[in-house]
């Protein structure tokens, strides 16, 4: 079933293959080049809110390790790398004055990639939010829209005439509901009114930033990363499959309604309409711009069940047992039944262009062993989903790409450095990249899919 040869032949011709990862997560050189704080260097300096202290200030020293970093992509036979851009290495500030040394980094990147035949996906808003927009309310303050939509042009200006692809967010569930609302990233906030209006801001700065690029760099396609979750009901019971319906509305609808179909769920709208800042006029329209693609990051499925509890918020639901006895290192579900559900669910409910897997993978942690290290349970992962994957292209579906999450092991946010999603393995002391059993097995992959066009 992991034979990559077999797999690769079920792919369509044209269907990238490419790898994943994000600026804190891996760039370090925090203080560098003109570099300011994000709400991120200033998170992790609070006590007890990432494992063990770990800071992004060296990461996998991506930053000075650059061309060694994308020789090893091009010695893996990749050909797509999606990346993400630094805001506050290129407005330090946030806004204001722009920082050439910043674009300068870039620049090497996205021409190393070209000079190596590796297509340039990148993502603008990684959640490095530049530390001094805190100062107006970040993501609460409906100023920070038009900041990032000034970012997305200073950046497209610069490097427009050179990308494949470009993202305006990643994940915006996570820099809303579990930055705003749930407290586990920055900027660490548990507030519903301070959610829904990071949750409307960032909607905006979506539609504002996608404006800014089709007016700036018009040929380069462009979409949106999200994370949605595949909502399973944890019985048959009424109440719960209406509990499952709420989740999907708060957890999906709140992003996919306003960006594909021009709207707020409905039943958001009825529990939460009132606490919500003003939708102003236009707004929505901003929201619901065309998009070229649109990218799908998917690790494990959501099962939920009725909570009944008095003053239970919207969506009043309460976490159900895992189905599947695997379960990642990081405790996370492995189902891969559930990434084909999703993706026909989300294309029935929302008028959705083609679709990217823009991040996929598994935390193992597993360490060298002589040199070698012995990760089978991530290939496992990997051909179980790749398997889905290429279940909906023959069904149908418009599926055009797939990355692996992640290049190499790196900053696993609130987890620290203790989490790892790399084909990679990165020694923090020295530094050293080890290519895993699975990064072999996805080289292999790639090299039988492009054998079979050529
Ligand atoms: C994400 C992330 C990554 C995480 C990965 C594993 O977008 O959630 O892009 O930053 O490291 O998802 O948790």
Redesign the pocket.
């Known amino acids: 079933m992991s034979d990559p040869k077999i797999l690769a032949s079920r792919f369509p011709a044209d269907f990238t293959f490419g790898v994943a990862t994000?600026a804190f997560?891996i760039e370090g050189a925090a203080r560098q080049d003109g570099r300011r704080p994000s709400i991120w260097d200033a998170f992790c300096a609070m006590p007890g809110r990432v494992h063990n202290g770990d800071t992004g200030e060296v990461a996998c020293d991506h930053y000075h390790r650059l061309d060694e970093d994308l020789d090893l992509i091009q010695s893996m036979g990749i050909t797509a790398y999606r990346f993400s851009i630094a805001w506050p290495r290129i407005l330090p500030e946030g806004t204001g004055r722009i920082n050439e040394k910043g674009l300068d980094f870039y620049d090497r990147l996205v021409d190393g990639c070209k000079a190596r035949g590796i297509q340039t996906f990148a993502t603008l808003y990684?959640w490095d939010l530049p530390l001094a927009l805190m100062g107006d309310g970040g993501w609460t303050a409906r100023s920070t829209a038009y900041a990032f939509q000034r970012y997305a042009k200073v950046v497209m200006a610069r490097l427009g005439d050179r990308l494949d692809s470009v993202a305006t967010f990643?994940?915006p569930w996570?820099s809303v509901w579990l930055s705003h609302l749930y407290g586990i990233h920055a900027p660490g906030e548990r507030n519903m009114e301070a959610a829904l209006a990071a949750l409307h801001t960032t909607n905006l700065a979506h539609g504002l930033a996608v404006e800014a690029i089709r007016h700036v760099a018009p040929k380069v396609p462009v979409g949106i990363v999200l994370?949605a979750h595949s909502v399973i009901a944890g019985s048959d019971s009424a109440a719960d499959k209406a509990a499952a319906g709420r989740a999907f509305d708060f957890h999906n609808g709140a992003f996919f309604g306003p960006v594909f179909n021009g709207e707020y769920p409905a039943s958001l709208l009825g529990a939460l309409g009132e606490r919500m800042p003003t939708v102003e006029e236009g707004d929505l329209s901003i929201i619901n711009q065309k998009l070229d693609w649109w990218g799908l990051?998917y690790?494990t499925p959501m099962r939920v069940s009725d909570d009944p509890s008095k003053g239970a918020e919207f969506p009043a639901t309460k976490p159900a047992p895992f189905v599947s006895q695997t379960v990642t290192d990081i405790g996370w579900e492995v189902f891969a039944p559930a990434l084909g559900a999703l993706v026909e669910d989300l294309y029935e409910a929302y008028d959705l262009p083609p679709c990217y897997i823009t991040?996929n993978g598994a935390?193992y942690n597993m360490e060298p062993v002589d040199g070698v290290v012995d990760d089978q349970p991530r290939i496992d992962y990997y051909a179980q989903h790749l398997q889905v994957v290429a279940d909906l292209a023959q069904a149908g579906f418009p599926m055009k790409g797939y990355f692996a999450?992640?290049l190499m092991d790196n900053f696993?946010?609130a987890e620290g450095y203790g989490m790892r999603?790399g084909l990679v393995h990165v020694d923090y002391g020295t530094q050293v990249r080890t290519l895993k059993k699975s990064g072999a097995w996805y080289s292999k992959l790639i090299s039988d899919a492009n054998a079979r066009i050529t």
């Open positions: 994000a997560q990684h990643n994940e996570c994370n990051n690790y991040e935390c999450w992640s696993e946010w999603f």
